[in-house]
DNA sequence: ATAATGTTATTTGTTATACATTTATATAGA
DNA sequence: TCTATATAAATGTATAACAAATAACATTAT
């Protein structure tokens, strides 16, 4: 067969890629803002309805965000994990997966992550997670939880490497909706002594010293998980499947 | 402010979630086919362009795929995780990501797993990881680099931990973009003893020896992984950026 | 009969146009 | 100065028509 297929695929997805690669090359910057469907329209030569699909693909994949009104159009989103996050919870809900399997795996990566935070954390990585330290509350309520689980998401960051940084901030997601949407403030886990600690053993570059408190500090947590989880399944009493 | 805003968002994303929780409920099997856009427009009671927008944010989320013609439709996907790595490349590509992190992070997941399996694998888990080996052809190829990275996939199933094999999927999927598009076969790695070793190892139940097998077979492939990734930036010289 | 070919109908893909809704900004009035 | 209102710019929604793909059926030729 010397002759090769061309059977071109959708024109939207061609437009989603053709901009993808001018995000990714950088000739978007994060705040600027594309070009109006209108625009977008003359530009590819396309129908508005092909350029509009593409729009919502990019926001799809989280790449932009639409605001409507004059001024208004397709901004280029920084770097965040909310797309990843979302596709994800599909995926974990086709999977009919459990808090148990969320928590084996925070159990395990948390504390390399932590490891790897004792490792590399810059003085700017300090800094924050003393100023979240700092700013917790000495009693406990939903602002608690957030802080508690930023620390976590802060910890990531200072791993420096931005698959870990992605694979926390999703099980974390999972981990807060489950805390904040499920439990009552009262029955939340107040511990004031475990991140403090975790921060020392970071500043003093404690790999090992990160690795196991952070593992015993899970393990803590995980009952928490579980009633959290128990309660979920209480007040969502699987009313679908035959509807 | 008593009365709950009603500023309701766009209506495709409700269609699209409406459907989707129709989907994770169990009223569409793997396989079946969503109503036509002609009557799902009745349905709803909205107009085929929301509906077609809201078939295609499924689309994209990975729960539908989309035929033409008559028969055609958008047929329910059975679980996969082709929706996440897209996602996830995205992300990757936009922080700039390298090889060095993705085999940080496999060097220190896959050996997690591999005890995992050594835990859990079942018989039938068992037979398709002997059945991988036995195919693996005697001279490397294309092929060769498939089975393998098919033998880690395997692998994370038999975890029986879905984040867990979630995670693998992905960091393969990458690693088997760039060799196989990267690397000329006659370069790729060649080893026939490891895998079989490790199948043994999972078979006896031996944890330890799985993990740290795991680990050092990593540490061999992380140099084939760095050779691929200079070739891609050697014919990728970074056409973009001002185009 | 069978294989190739043409026809038809169904379903998604694309275009065009008009109107609705949101909202930043300018304008006018108190 | 402040508030209300008008205006315009941009996205959101609806409708109608046609294009293209394709499965099923009908026709023709061998």
């Given at each position: 067969?010397?002759?090769?297929?061309?059977?071109?695929?959708?024109?939207?997805?061609?437009?989603?890629?053709?901009?993808?690669?001018?995000?990714?090359?950088?000739?978007?910057?994060?705040?600027?803002?594309?070009?109006?469907?209108?625009?977008?329209?003359?530009?590819?030569?396309?129908?508005?309805?092909?350029?509009?699909?593409?729009?919502?693909n990019l926001e799809q994949a989280g790449l932009v965000e639409i605001r409507r009104g004059p001024k208004g159009g397709a901004f280029i989103k920084s770097r965040n994990h909310t797309a990843v996050t979302q596709v994800v919870r599909d995926h974990f809900r086709l999977a009919k997966g459990t808090v148990k399997?969320?928590?084996?795996?925070?159990?395990?990566?948390?504390?390399?992550?932590?490891?790897?935070?004792?490792?590399?954390?810059?003085?700017?990585?300090?800094?924050?997670?003393?100023?979240?330290?700092?700013?917790?509350?000495?009693?406990?309520?939903?602002?608690?939880i957030e802080g508690n689980l930023d620390f976590h998401r802060l910890l990531a960051r200072c791993a420096h490497n931005p698959i870990y940084e992605m694979i926390i901030?999703?099980?974390?997601?999972?981990?807060?909706?489950?805390?904040?949407?499920?439990?009552?403030?009262?029955?939340?886990?107040?511990?004031?002594t475990t991140h403090p600690e975790l921060y020392r053993l970071i500043k003093d570059r404690d790999i090992q010293g990160a690795q196991t408190t952070m593992h015993s500090h899970l393990k803590d947590v995980i009952p928490l998980m579980r009633a959290a989880e128990e309660k979920s399944r209480e007040s969502n009493r699987y009313p679908n499947s035959t509807s």
């Open positions: 067969m010397p002759y090769t297929s061309l059977k071109k695929g959708r024109l939207a997805d061609d437009v989603t890629n053709q901009i993808k690669e001018a995000i990714f090359g950088g000739k978007y910057q994060a705040g600027e803002k594309l070009p109006s469907e209108h625009e977008l329209v003359e530009l590819f030569g396309v129908s508005r309805v092909i350029i509009r699909e593409a729009i919502r399997e969320i928590m084996e795996v925070r159990l395990e990566i948390e504390p390399i992550v932590a490891g790897l935070a004792a490792e590399r954390a810059t003085p700017g990585d300090l800094q924050l997670l003393k100023r979240n330290i700092d700013a917790q509350p000495q009693t406990p309520g939903r602002q608690t901030n999703i099980l974390l997601d999972f981990s807060q909706e489950l805390i904040i949407n499920i439990l009552p403030p009262g029955q939340i886990l107040h511990d004031t």
